[in-house]
Nanobody, 130 residues
């Protein structure tokens, strides 16, 4: 059974940074895609970032590109999301997600929204005050 636990959320001011982490267990995730979604109050869930199995290829939503960085540590089955220059519109519950599919076409489809990373955690709240 896939188990994902997010940490690192909190209340920060605009312009600050936060680092989210997600520890995965229950499988060997070395060949899995890993990523993050977020859902703001009253809005639909949206894709934030993803990384392929090796960590070499990263993908971002336009709204966070250049401010957020996704990385993974396969030795520890952990994925991180470094969030810099946070804005009030980044306020949301952030969900870690993984999927055994990790090919480039699949992750590109995740970015477009035509596919999703199937396993998700319970989320961690990030609140950015202005």
């Amino acid at each position: 059974q896939v188990h994902l636990v997010e940490s690192g959320g909190g209340l920060v001011q605009a312009g600050d940074s936060l680092r989210l982490s997600c520890t995965a267990s229950g499988r060997d995730f070395d060949t899995w895609a890993m990523g993050w979604y977020r859902q703001a109050p009253g809005k639909e869930r949206e894709f934030v970032a993803a990384v392929n199995w090796s960590g070499e290829d990263t993908y971002y939503a336009d709204s966070v590109r250049g401010r957020f960085t996704i990385s993974r540590d396969n030795a520890k089955d952990v994925v991180h999301l470094q969030m810099n220059i946070l804005k009030p519109e980044d306020t949301a519950v952030y969900y870690c997600a993984v999927d055994p599919r990790s090919g480039t076409p699949f992750i590109q489809a995740v970015v477009r929204g035509t596919q999703t990373l199937d396993f998700r955690g319970k989320g961690t709240l990030v609140t950015v005050s202005s």
